[in-house]
């Protein structure tokens, strides 16, 4: 298993159109992917579950992925992240 800390950057959180982007990024990567806040965790190719997490700017969360491509889905989520698209 792969995970690492992020923080949301961009100014709207991950709402909408940011956790749309996020669940997309996600849904290309064969692995099982989870968003982790406090004791929540949620499937990161679920818009709904991504939501429910109602992240916003300067929340700290996990990304952790596990299957054969984790690292490349950690990766792509954490530079969706970090560029404050998402």
């Given at each position: 298993?792969?995970?690492r800390e992020?923080?949301?950057k961009s100014e709207e959180g991950l709402q909408s159109r940011p956790a749309?982007?996020?669940?997309?990024?996600?849904s290309k990567y064969a692995s099982t992917i989870w968003i982790e806040q406090g004791s929540k965790?949620?499937?990161a190719k679920s818009i709904m579950g991504v939501l429910s997490l109602r992240l916003k700017k300067g929340d700290s969360f996990f990304v952790a992925a596990?299957?054969?491509d984790e690292e490349a889905a950690v990766e792509a989520i954490a530079r969706l992240i970090d560029t404050?698209?998402?």
């Open positions: 298993m792969t995970s992020l923080t949301i749309a982007l996020l669940v997309q990024v996600a965790r949620v499937n596990k299957g054969d404050g698209v998402a």
